[in-house]
DNA sequence: GCCAACGTTGGC
DNA sequence: GCCAACGTTGGC
């Protein structure tokens, strides 16, 4: 049996929001293009859980929860010439960056918000928090994620 | 719009 | 390898 590990992943929610997922159940996490947040996919395990948050949006914070079930897939659009996320350095040998596929669990009651996790967390218990962090997937210490989980429970 | 906190690129 | 210039994310 695996070890379950809790990660974060941002998502703008004019781009992808949590409803996007519910109604397509499960999504390919494409578009990653920063090494360390495509090492943190890599270490990932399927039934992996992960924690949805909006991004660049107003009040920012968790909204959902989902879980990993697919891993090591080619992310199709750095192939794309007309895709943003084209790679021109990137070989179909030997594919410079993968993604996940992620599937619906839940739409929290209420938003989470990054203002109540930063009076809750210091920027080392909880990276997200961290002025200045960029990047869009990280993992959540285990005993913080079941913390977050329990109050999203009770709203 | 501002800016913090990086990551990337390229000259040397 | 160093570092300046530039680009990006994303909160505020």
Redesign the pocket.
Known sequence: MTEINYWLM?S?PDVYSIKDLRNEVNTLWDGIR???ARNFMRSMNIGDKAFFYH???KP?GIVGLMEIIEKNLIDPFQFDENSKYFDPNSNKNNPRWDCVRTKYICEFKNILT??EL?ETYTAEELTLVR??N?L?IMPINKNIAKELLSKLEKF
Do not use: A, I, V, W
């Open positions: 941002k703008e920063n090494y360390q991004s660049n949006t920012p990054l203002k930063s002025k200045g960029r869009s």
